[in-house]
């Protein structure tokens, strides 16, 4: 074990389902820190088009002339000249899984990834430190054009279509962690789905961090043609080391007219680790969009997913939970940005926080000028366990439009001792109605999520309650 | 009930047992602080009605002892841009009923910050604030609670309305909770609508233009607020000045 890991026995049984690692002898060809010489050598090493080249570079000019954000959670502590931004773990993304390595295998097995392929999805993507290791689509949504492939190989095969729209949604000027991921970008997800396709089962990718202090900047790129329909589902994790790690990804998802998406994201990142990822939809005319997300490591996360209603009758759903434990700052929240007439927003987000953890709704509801009979609507809730974890619910509304009808409710507390005493009542121990409690409190969020990942996020609830009461 | 007035430039009140507990601050003074002891019940209204267009800046800070309840009333109307600032401190037991009512014509800009600090255990509050924009008006409105780890026990909301009167009217609201204690209930509300569109399609249905049954709206609104004033006489100039700007 190296001399920096945390002893495992300090751990909880929930942090060392995550914190089992791989050597990671291809660190040995990286370096950390950050200049232009690693950018141009990350795009030579990808073969990448000119044009993707000066993307990088320009946002790199932009990464140096933004300031780190003046609000939330105080980032000066992550020192950013002691990331490694690009690792490379295999030379080549597997089409089979018996061609991944084995020590990366291991890692995924640990975590069900080929077994749930096996029986509930339609595609599987798997990222390891900054390359994609594996990638599969199930025959019938590939005969129907369904495009499900890591964004590097989607660069080289679909480079029209990946360059109309990659960086279109986040722009690189958007924040200082946006101008970044676009000078590093590495890996991620290319998703395309045709006109008119509806693919039943979810697609999944699960990105991992295993190396010390890595930074992970994947980026996935998700097209949803006219009327089409698709779930697509992330997860994440990293082991812990005691040293800062960096994940600031990018989402970008556009949806076309008629079309329904949902992306799912599952978010245990270790709790050193820096969450800094940014989201966004583009939602057309009577599309819907859905955002079901859970966040439960890191050290400081900052996410707050967008959608950009644009077209008349666009719509969308952010319904979210986040769990603050020991040392955790979870500032999490939505934004949706309404532009155009008869547009809908629903966000639902709820939190907990002990052991001094801190949770933090922050959200954005802008009603445009256009934006005629927009409706929105903003619920969020807060679970405080103890006396020493804080919750701030910062919930920012800006009306351009006096046909807009806009509510917003929000509610914190603890416990419900009467709750706690009828579970006690019917045999149950403290800690064991306790974590009932709340995963009833979460459920309007965990039932959006299929059963599999409802089970285990249920689980993850339980696991962070050990020790909550009593 | 006597009411004292706030005399110009007055910038520190006591308010004790043997004081009046009704003052009326007619924005005499940029910044104000009233502290208020122990067991003291007071009624406060802050009434900004001023011609002039000059922009303007208050700020008015409460401290509130001791199982003391307080009563407030915020009025804005006029002409002139202005920043307004409101602070209230809750110790032990204490409570606080703060309402305020800004009614804001042609281009006219407000920002409102209002801070409600609980820092003792077993404070109360309800603050309630309404916001009309008509013309081209704006409004920034930042309503924070803030319950301190000591508050245990405390009990605090905040609802927030914003009715849009005109096509130009802009408004954003902040009601933020930030919360370091476990044991409180917290919560707050905000709403921004034109107005009820049930109320208005009755008032239409009735035969009233749609600026009639605004204006209908708007008076409904203003008697609510100004009926909460224990001084009938003030709530009567109150409501008498915000339907003369209708």
């Known amino acids: ?470 | 009930m006597a009411i004292r007035k706030l005399k110009d430039n007055e910038s520190l009140i006591h308010i004790s047992l043997a004081d009046e507990s009704f003052l009326f601050d007619e924005a005499s003074s940029q910044a104000t602080q009233i502290r208020v002891e122990a067991g003291v019940c007071l009624n406060y209204v802050f009434f900004f009605n001023s011609s002039s267009c000059q922009e303007v800046n208050y700020q008015r800070e409460i401290f509130i002892g001791a199982g003391a309840r307080v009563k407030t009333f915020l009025v804005w109307l006029g002409r002139a841009n202005g920043h307004l600032k409101f602070i209230s401190q809750l110790s032990t037991k204490s409570s606080i009923e703060h309402r305020s009512l800004y009614f804001l014509l042609d281009q006219q800009n407000l920002k409102i910050i209002e801070e409600h600090n609980f820092i003792g255990p077993e404070s109360k509050g309800r603050f309630y604030s309404n916001g009309l924009l008509a013309g081209q008006s704006q409004v920034n409105c930042n309503c924070e609670i803030n319950i301190l780890p000591k508050a245990q026990d405390s009990d605090s909301r905040i609802d927030l309305k914003l009715h849009l009167l005109s096509p130009q009217a802009k408004g954003t609201i902040l009601p933020a909770l930030k919360i370091a204690a476990n044991r409180v209930r917290a919560g707050h509300g905000a709403t921004t609508a034109s107005f009820g569109p049930e109320d208005l399609f009755y008032l239409r249905s009735r035969g009233l233009s749609e600026d009639q049954a605004k204006s209908l709206l708007v008076q409904s609104a203003a008697r609510l607020f100004a009926n909460q004033i224990p001084d009938r006489e003030l709530g009567k100039k109150v409501l008498d000045a915000i339907i003369e700007r209708l």
């Open chain 1, 1 to 470: 074990m190296p001399q920096e890991a945390i002893d495992k026995s300090q751990r909880n049984s929930h942090d060392s389902l995550w914190d089992d690692y791989d050597s990671s002898s291809y660190m040995s060809k990286t370096r950390k820190g950050l200049d232009e010489d690693l950018i141009r050598f990350i795009s030579q090493e990808k073969k990448e088009p000119d044009w993707m080249l000066s993307l990088r570079l320009e946002s790199f000019k932009i990464y140096q002339s933004l300031a780190l954000p003046d609000w939330g959670p105080k980032l000066d502590k992550l020192d950013l000249k002691n990331i490694t931004y690009y690792a490379r773990a295999t030379d080549q993304p597997a089409q089979n899984w018996d061609d991944v390595p084995i020590d990366i295998k291991n890692t995924f097995n640990k975590l069900g990834i080929p077994q749930a392929e096996q029986e509930v999805l339609a595609g599987v993507g798997a990222q390891y430190e900054s390359t994609v290791i594996y990638h599969s689509l199930r025959e019938e949504y590939k005969e129907q054009g369904v495009i499900f492939e890591d964004l590097d190989v989607a660069l080289r095969e679909h480079e029209d279509l990946v360059r109309r729209y990659f960086m279109t949604g986040i722009k690189p000027g958007l924040h200082k962690f946006s101008a970044l991921h676009g000078a590093v970008w590495s890996g991620g997800t290319f998703l395309y789905i045709p006109k008119g396709v509806r693919v039943d089962l979810p697609l999944q990718a699960y990105f991992r961090m295993n190396a010390k202090g890595m930074g992970q900047f994947e980026h996935t790129l998700i097209i949803v043609e006219d009327n089409a329909q698709a779930h697509y589902i992330e997860g994440c994790s990293a082991p812990r080391y005691g040293a800062d790690s960096l994940h600031a990804g990018a989402v970008e998802i556009f949806v076309a007219p008629g079309a329904r998406f949902r992306y799912s994201s599952v978010e245990s990142w270790s709790k050193d680790a820096y969450n800094l990822n940014t989201k966004r939809a583009i939602v057309e005319e009577n599309a819907h969009m859905e955002w079901v997300g859970g966040n439960f490591g890191s050290h400081v996360t900052m996410l707050y997913p967008c959608s950009v209603l644009k077209g008349r009758g666009a719509s969308a759903d952010h319904l979210g939970v986040a769990f603050a434990g020991q040392g955790q700052i979870q500032d999490t929240g939505a934004k949706v940005i309404h532009l155009a007439p008869e547009t809908s927003s629903n966000i639902i987000m709820k939190s907990i926080s002990k052991d001094s953890g801190q949770s933090i709704y922050r959200g954005l509801v802008d009603i445009e000028p256009d934006a005629a009979g927009a409706v929105a609507n903003i619920k969020c809730d807060a679970l405080i366990l103890d006396e020493e974890s804080i919750s701030d619910t910062i919930p920012l509304i800006k009306v351009k439009n006096q046909s807009a009808i806009i509510a917003h409710e929000a509610t914190a507390g603890k416990l419900n001792d009467d709750d706690i005493f009828y579970l006690r009542s019917r045999g149950l121990s403290e800690e064991r109605a306790a974590a009932l409690i709340v995963n009833g409190f979460i459920e309007p969020i965990v039932k959006e999520l299929p059963l599999e990942y409802a089970v285990e996020m249920n689980r993850m609830i339980e696991l962070e309650m050990e020790g909550s009461v009593g």
